[in-house]
């Protein structure tokens, strides 16, 4: 089946640890994105790439960082920077091209997430 | 900066009923607009997308319009049902950065 792959599920940190959540798609997407997720908070977003070997900061990057080798990987890094990690984290992507800017007209699909709680 | 805004922040209605989710947004220079729905503890799925140049889109009992000049949509779910019970999430898609920003949600509760 085609879609985003994110594992694990659920997620441990220890104090000082940095963990890395992965999400793959098998889409053929150009842009993968990362978003935050806490209660009453909505989703915000934190990293995204729109191709391979390039990405931006989105508005909460403090504390994270990500790698976009392959087009179809954009795993994500917690380091022992970001102060409170514990959140629902969610990834997406799109398609088209940011060469050709097709990637705007397209549909947004999501992973099923990763729960991180710090213990 | 773009700021999308959902009203109400949730709704209980019983089965059968037909309802309106809201979704006003800031900055209207959008490219798309799409609807998802979210159960608890799970990812986004995509119910519906709109085009800036579309003004409604249908899939089954969903209907989603966009009024990009007046920076509003709304997503009209015919005879709801209690799967239907779920949070509700718009996002505009915007050009440039090619982000996609969303409101807080509206949190369905469809009872039996």
């Known amino acids: 089946d085609g879609g985003i792959t994110q594992s694990p599920k659920y997620l441990f940190r220890k104090e000082g640890q940095n963990v890395t959540l992965s999400c793959e798609q098998n889409l053929n997407h150009d842009a993968m994105y990362w978003y935050r997720q806490d209660p009453g908070q909505g989703l915000r977003l934190i990293y995204y790439s729109q191709i391979v070997n390039d990405f931006q900061k989105g508005d909460i990057a403090e504390g994270y960082s990500v790698s976009r080798e392959k087009k179809e990987s954009f795993p994500l890094t917690v380091t022992s920077a970001q102060k409170n990690p514990t959140a629902f984290y969610l990834c997406?992507?799109?398609?088209?091209?940011?060469?050709?800017?097709?990637?705007?007209?397209?549909?947004?699909?999501f992973g099923q997430g990763t729960r991180l709680t710090v213990v | 900066k773009q700021e999308v805004t959902q009203i109400p922040a949730a709704l209980s209605v019983p089965e059968g009923e037909n309802l309106v989710l809201n979704c006003s947004f800031t900055d209207s220079a959008i490219y798309n607009l799409q609807w998802f729905r979210q159960d608890p503890g799970k990812g986004l799925t995509s119910l519906l997308l709109?085009?800036?140049?579309?003004r409604e889109q249908t899939s089954g009992r969903l209907n989603a319009s966009l009024d990009k000049s007046s920076g509003r949509s709304t997503l009209y779910i015919a005879a709801s049902q209690p799967g239907d019970s779920a949070t509700y999430l718009c996002?505009?898609?915007?050009?440039?950065?090619?982000?996609?920003?969303f409101g807080k949600g509206t949190k369905l509760t469809v009872n039996p």
């Open positions: 709109i085009q800036s140049s579309q």
């Open positions: 997406a992507s799109r398609g088209g091209s940011r060469a050709t800017l097709k990637t705007r007209n397209t549909e947004a699909f």
């Open positions: 996002a505009p898609g915007q050009g440039g950065s090619e982000k996609l920003v």
